[in-house]
T-cell receptor, first 112, second 115 residues
Framework: QQQVKQSPQSLIVQKGGIPIINCAYENTAFDYFPWYQQFPGKGPALLIAIRPDVSEKKEGRFTISFNKSAKQFSLHIMDSQPGDSATYFCAARNSGNTPLVFGKGTRLSVIA | SAVISQKPSRDICQRGTSLTIQCQVDSQVTMMFWYRQQPGQSLTLIATANQGSEATYESGFVIDKFPISRPNLTFSTLTVSNLSPEDSSIYLC????????????FGEGSWLTVV
């Protein structure tokens, strides 16, 4: 049973566009929702994270939108650049010493 | 944030042998986890490394195949035993539980190819 469903699997956008990656979760006990960015040959790097008590969080060009009632959250990348081309993973976890559960990932390509 | 050092970063091993991967963190952490990432796939949790006690394994992963040690709050090892080509993956150490709360960090991974 996949606890975090991520879509789309891949995404191609023009430079300057706004790619949107969506995730849905099932476990209402989840209370921490991070996004990771992974470049080829590298480990995942934390990009931005949100708690369910807020509906939106912005850090630089990256924004998370969170809809608690729908159990969905999404990542928006403003003014996307070719350097943003990477694989993006959403994840979720409970509070306490619990591990992250990951979505299947979205491979983003930003073309000039 | 934490600085996580994983060794080896890359290795090619013969089938039937074993590989031990080390994870060293620059500060004491509450949580240490080991993940596997098969080529082009997402991250799958292998186990939670518990300090001073046996690791907690996820469904599909067993101690005989993936023995884990965690002798203290800054170090853990994962051994992948009796290697087969299907074990070719990236193995990632993940830590968290600092005063920063929920943040979970990853090492750069250990790339294993079994021939």
């Amino acid at each position: 049973q996949q606890q975090v469903k991520q879509s789309p699997q891949s995404l191609i956008v023009q430079k300057g566009g706004i790619p949107i990656i969506n995730c849905a979760y099932e476990n209402t006990a989840f209370d921490y929702f991070p996004w990771y960015q992974q470049f080829p040959g590298k480990g995942p790097a934390l990009l931005i994270a949100i708690r369910p008590d807020v509906s939106e969080k912005k850090e630089g060009r990256f924004t998370i939108s969170f809809n608690k009632s729908a159990k969905q959250f999404s990542l928006h990348i403003m003014d996307s650049q070719p350097g943003d081309s990477a694989t993006y993973f959403c994840a979720a976890r409970n509070s306490g010493n619990t591990p992250l559960v990951f979505g299947k990932g979205t491979r983003l390509s930003v073309i000039a | 944030s934490a600085v996580i050092s994983q060794k080896p970063s890359r290795d090619i091993c013969q089938r039937g042998t074993s590989l031990t991967i080390q994870c060293q963190v620059d500060s004491q952490v509450t949580m240490m986890f080991w993940y596997r990432q098969q080529p082009g796939q997402s991250l799958t949790l292998i186990a939670t490394a518990n300090q001073g006690s046996e690791a907690t394994y996820e469904s599909g992963f067993v101690i005989d195949k993936f023995p884990i040690s965690r002798p203290n709050l800054t170090f853990s090892t994962l051994t992948v035993s009796n290697l087969s080509p299907e074990d070719s993956s990236i193995y990632l150490c993940s830590v968290g539980g600092f005063s920063s709360g929920n943040t979970i960090y990853f090492g750069e991974g250990s790339w294993l190819t079994v021939v």
